[in-house]
């Protein structure tokens, strides 16, 4: 028997330890939920005493510590019955060498360089500007920006990728995108498998990788309307993820390119910020998405 049989139906929303009570703006769920007669409880995935099996729903929110212990978020992932999103997309999703499926199949991606740790040390070219980080990461931690015409930049990238390689890590190289500058990066938010809104994030990276203290770093959020040939690539992005419609929600990061139209640089569908506070109705679309995956998953 089913919780929801038993009752209320219960869903847990996933975070992790730092944020036992979740991110204020998955707080903004809470209300919605109950209207809709949802017994809520926040959890921390790696609490040992939860009883998963007694969720009928169970949707990752703030679990931004998994990185350094990706494999054992995965075990997790994969024993967790009603687990939204599905274990088979967390896995691939958590390790953005996706983005390289994503640009075979068409998808306008950050060109993008991986080394792999098996793979002879990355030498800085002399000239233009990299970002580098890690292909499994989170919150934009341990990412850095290089002059590379500036030799003390180009040390600087060149300890920051063999930092990665002695610890067994992939690295990403990607152009720096200068439209980010002034433009920003757009994005868009779905929610039940239907666009809900957009955010603008403005330029983060100012130089190279800093220690940070937190889950990630600081953010600056405005609402902003997607251009049409935005929505465009994002509807791209999520048509060619396998078992879309198993997603309860997604978040499609974009920046503009070289040439000013949108290239993704990340398809978030794990644990992405749903920045729900900068859209009237937000919270309640969610709530309603979760509700309508119950009574799907009742009948």
């Known amino acids: ?15 992790c330890q730092e944020l036992p009570d979740l991110d204020p703006d998955d707080q903004l769920l809470l209300a ?5 007669g949802i017994t809520v409880d926040a959890v921390a995935w790696d609490d040992g005493t939860v009883d998963w099996g007694g969720y009928d729903l169970v949707v990752l929110r703030s679990t931004w510590d998994y990185v350094p212990r990706r494999d054992e978020f995965l075990a997790w992932a994969h024993t967790v019955p009603a687990l939204a999103n599905p274990a088979a997309i967390v896995q691939w999703n958590t390790d953005k060498r996706y983005l390289a499926e994503l640009a ?35 919150g934009s931690l341990s990412t850095g920006r290089y002059d590379l015409s500036d030799p003390e930049h180009r040390a ?27 433009y920003g ?18 330029p983060m990276l100012a130089g190279p990788d800093e220690p ?3 889950l990630y770093r600081a953010e600056e959020i405005t609402a ?41 640089v990340e398809v978030e569908l794990t644990e992405p910020s749903l920045f ?19 009574s799907v998953r009742r009948t």
């Open 224 to 264: 902003r309307q997607p251009s049409a040939a935005e929505l465009a690539v994002a509807e791209k992005v999520l048509e060619t993820i396998a078992n879309r419609t198993h997603l309860l929600y997604a978040r499609v990061d974009l920046l503009p390119g070289q040439d000013g139209s949108p290239v993704l």
């Open 185 to 202: 990066e757009t994005a868009l938010l779905y929610l039940g498998g239907r666009y809900s809104h957009a955010i603008r994030k403005g």
């Open 32 to 36: 919605p939920l109950a209207a809709r």
């Open 156 to 182: 600087m990238a060149f300890r920051h990728a063999a930092r990665f390689r002695a610890t067994g890590r992939v690295t990403m190289i990607q152009p720096y995108l200068t439209g980010v500058d002034a």
């Open 104 to 138: 075979a199949a068409g998808v306008p991606v950050v060109p993008t360089r991986y080394v792999e740790p098996t793979d002879p040390p990355w030498t800085p070219p002399g000239g233009g500007e990299v970002v580098i980080k890690p292909a499994i990461g989170a």
């Open 276 to 294: 729900l506070g900068y859209a009237p109705g937000a919270a309640a679309t969610f709530a309603d998405a979760i509700a309508a995956r119950l």
């Open 1 to 15: 028997m089913s919780a929801a049989t038993r009752g209320h139906p219960r869903v847990a929303l996933v975070t």
């Open 212 to 214: 940070t203290d937190g």
